[in-house]
T-cell receptor, first 109, second 114 residues
Framework: GQNIDQPTEMTATEGAIVQINCTYQ??????LFWYQQHAGEAPTFLSY????GLEEKGRFSSFLSRSKGYSYLLLKELQMKDSASYLC??????????FGTGTRLQVFP | DVKVTQSSRYLVKRTGEKVFLECVQD?????MFWYRQDPGLGLRLIYF???????EKGDIPEGYSVSREKKERFSLILESASTNQTSMYLC?????????????FGDGTRLSIL
């Protein structure tokens, strides 16, 4: 079966750094996506990792370890607008994605 | 930019009605998807289409059907709506055979079945 785990909720303070973890066990692997979803809106693409290591994109970075079935999304210099759900999704060896249940991040002043 | 458009943001229907949710994408993507999103359950795939008139069941197809008569349009049909189908429905499209390309989502339809 397919399994993707992420924490349900996290809180952090404006200006701080937060790390959202994702572990996966899937029958295939063609990369891992992170999406951001504000309440009542569509998920929007943040990052894609297929090789081990860190990908940096502005305030957001994403890390992948294929041998450990593990990824994290790192958000620096948190802003209030970063309050959202963050979805981890694995691309299988087809065209489909398997999504985790998402991590709801609340940023406080 | 990819644009995925869902016909309604909010929809209220009655139990037993046949309900149509429409989705159109403008990027000539072969793959289109219908998900439902429920609190604590995340995004669950209902149906997937990889070409015109081609479809594949997802994880929760019961009570739903789909139609893909044109490449840009993918319709989700609730044959006889029930209250447990009250949910947020999200349509997505993606380029086929390009695993590094993300799925692009519509704004979603919040469907209430009374």
């Amino acid at each position: 079966g397919q399994n993707i785990d992420q924490p349900t909720e996290m809180t952090a303070t404006e200006g701080a750094i937060v790390q959202i973890n994702c572990t996966y066990q899937t029958s295939g692997f063609n990369g891992l996506f992170w999406y951001q979803q504000h309440a009542g809106e569509a998920p929007t693409f943040l990052s894609y990792n297929v090789l081990d290591g860190l990908e940096e994109k502005g305030r957001f970075s994403s890390f992948l370890s294929r041998s450990k079935g593990y990824s994290y999304l790192l958000l620096k210099e948190l802003q209030m607008k970063d309050s959202a759900s963050y979805l981890c999704a694995v691309s299988l060896n087809t065209d489909k994605l398997i999504f985790g249940t998402g991590t709801r991040l609340q940023v406080f002043p | 930019d990819v644009k995925v458009t869902q016909s309604s943001r909010y929809l209220v229907k009655r139990t037993g009605e046949k309900v149509f949710l429409e989705c159109v994408q403008d990027m000539d993507h072969e793959n289109m998807f219908w998900y439902r999103q429920d609190p604590g359950l995340g995004l669950r795939l209902i149906y997937f289409s990889y070409d015109v008139k081609m479809k594949e069941k997802g994880d929760i197809p019961e009570g739903y059907s789909v139609s893909r008569e044109k490449k840009e349009r993918f319709s989700l049909i609730l044959e006889s709506a029930s209250t447990n189908q009250t949910s947020m429905y999200l349509c997505a499209s993606r380029e086929r055979g390009a695993p590094n390309q993300p799925q692009h989502f519509g704004d979603g339809t919040r469907l209430s079945i009374l």
